[in-house]
């Protein structure tokens, strides 16, 4: 518990992160004990929470990316936002889908949280360029978006990329599909007149 308090309210945990503090079989009894006691919350199968709480509304289901993070910690695997989700975190699109769409080079992994769905898709490394990055977030929302915005994807990559990501763009534009390669390139030459202007 003390573990869970310092990290923050909203934290998801699976056994896995403490792997340090015991056997699996003493893990899995103290997580149980804490979550009958109500102190932690069981989201699913080896998933659990330290809720956070509204005054009226009681315990706030925990962020899909916290959840994914904790997935991907626990088999030592990485992970990205994928389609819509990504093209939202640019402010390319305002639609919001129920289910979060993840890539990850670990197993595939479904978890229901109420409404809303985390949904961990295992993928090539070729669909997976900077993965867990802003620079990620780009090659996943342009990959969505089509060619045909990605006069719009450059425009916002251009100002809100650090000139890190930019250069990992450039660096992995050969990773990327013939049609994406010209605009990862072009985000990426914002960076050299970043350095250069």
């Known amino acids: 518990m003390k573990r869970a308090r310092a990290s923050?309210?909203?934290?998801?945990?699976?056994?896995?992160?403490?792997?340090?503090?015991?056997?699996?079989?003493?893990?899995?009894?103290?997580?149980?004990?804490l979550v009958r006691g109500g102190k932690l919350r069981r989201l699913a199968r080896g998933l659990y929470d330290f809720p956070k709480t509204h005054p009226k509304l009681g315990g706030l289901a925990p962020s899909p990316d916290d959840v994914a993070r904790a997935l991907a910690r626990e088999t030592g695997s990485v992970v990205q936002i994928t389609g819509a989700r990504a093209a939202n975190a640019l402010g390319l699109s305002t639609q919001v889908p129920a289910q979060s769409s993840y890539l990850t080079d670990g197993p595939p992994r479904r978890v229901v949280l109420g409404k809303r769905v985390v949904d961990l898709r295992h993928?090539?490394?070729?669909?997976?360029?900077?993965?867990?990055?802003?620079?990620g977030t780009v090659?996943?929302?342009?990959r969505h978006l089509g060619p045909v915005r990605a006069a719009d994807i450059v425009q916002v990559a251009s100002r809100t990329l650090s000139p890190a990501d930019k250069k990992v763009l450039r660096a992995?534009?050969?990773?990327?599909?013939?049609?994406?390669?010209?605009?990862?390139i072009s985000?990426?030459?914002a960076a050299l007149g970043d350095v250069n202007g």
């Open 187 to 189: 985000i990426g030459q």
């Open 123 to 135: 993928a090539s490394p070729k669909h997976l360029i900077a993965p867990g990055s802003a620079a």
């Open 139 to 142: 090659v996943q929302a342009l």
């Open 172 to 184: 992995s534009a050969a990773q990327a599909p013939a049609w994406m390669r010209m605009t990862l």
């Open 8 to 33: 923050r309210r909203g934290s998801v945990f699976t056994p896995a992160d403490f792997v340090d503090a015991g056997s699996r079989a003493a893990i899995d009894q103290a997580l149980s004990r």
